[in-house]
Every structure is written in structure tokens, then in C-alpha cells.
């Protein structure tokens, strides 16, 4: 299981990529929808591809659901 807790921002896209890249599994966190500045909760399941070096992820805002 993917942790939590990296953070927002380039920095935490960062982090999580990195995590990612050696494990699979879904990951909560928090990100402002398209056009707000406030962090909602947000669920996604990311997968690292290593022979290309990718991470390879789709989410959902909870509150959508």
C-alpha cells in the first residue's frame, strides 16, 4: 500500500511519484479541485511501470462519489 502524506504541490507530486515507482496501491490525499483553492479528499490507485520509469494513476474526489 501506497503511504500518504506527501505533501502538495510539484514537491508532492514528486514524492508520491517516487513511492510509486516500487509499489502499487491506492493513496488518500488531499488536492483542490479545478478551479478552487481549497484541498478536498481525494482517493486515487497508482502503479509504477518500470521499464519505462512511469507512474501510472487515476483518482477520484470523494465527495463526487
Known amino acids: 500500500t501506497v503511504t500518504g502524506g506527501h505533501g502538495q504541490g510539484a514537491a508532492g507530486r514528486r514524492n508520491l511519484a517516487l513511492e510509486c ?20 479528499p481525494k482517493v486515487s490507485y497508482v502503479a509504477g511501470y518500470e ?13 463526487d462519489v
Open 51 to 63: 521499464p519505462w520509469g512511469w507512474v501510472i494513476g487515476s483518482g477520484v474526489y470523494v465527495d
Open 21 to 40: 515507482r516500487q509499489l502499487a496501491g491506492f493513496v488518500e490525499y488531499q488536492w483542490p479541485k479545478p478551479g478552487s483553492e481549497d484541498a478536498q
